[in-house]
């Protein structure tokens, strides 16, 4: 089973920038499109941006112009820059691959995602 493992969270201030990273085990890694999701309590998760095989990308509307997600097929990792940070980011963030016909997150179990705290 594809193994996902999410860094690079933690305590930012409002408007600033954080850059999370997803590694994924396996040898198929470039086969498959990407996403970012975030879930809050309360809330299911969520989708926030996503990359195909081929580098096209889609965002949630609450965070176009602002975050930019990115992939390394050599590295086996995907990124997400996430800029002008706002408390409503505040989520714990994880990544997921996607084989199927939705956003749904098709790598069987999740990793730990990553928190992501947005406060002054």
């Known amino acids: 089973q594809v193994q996902l493992m999410e860094s690079g969270g933690g305590l930012v201030q409002p408007g600033g920038s954080v850059r999370l990273s997803c590694a994924a085990s396996?040898?198929?890694?470039?086969?498959?499109?990407m996403g970012w999701y975030r879930q809050t309590p309360g809330k299911q998760r969520e989708l926030v941006a996503g990359?195909?095989?081929?580098?096209?990308?889609v965002y949630a509307d609450s965070v176009k112009g602002r975050f930019t997600i990115s992939r390394d097929n050599a590295k086996n990792t995907v990124y997400l820059q996430m800029n002008s940070l706002k408390p409503e980011d505040t989520a714990v963030y994880y990544c997921?691959?996607?084989?199927?016909?939705?956003?749904?997150?098709?790598?069987?179990?999740w990793g730990q995602g990553t928190q992501v705290t947005v406060s002054s």
């Open positions: 997921n691959g996607r084989y199927g016909s939705s956003w749904s997150g098709d790598f069987g179990n």
């Open positions: 990359i195909s095989r081929g580098g096209t990308t």
């Open positions: 396996g040898s198929m890694f470039s086969l498959y499109a």
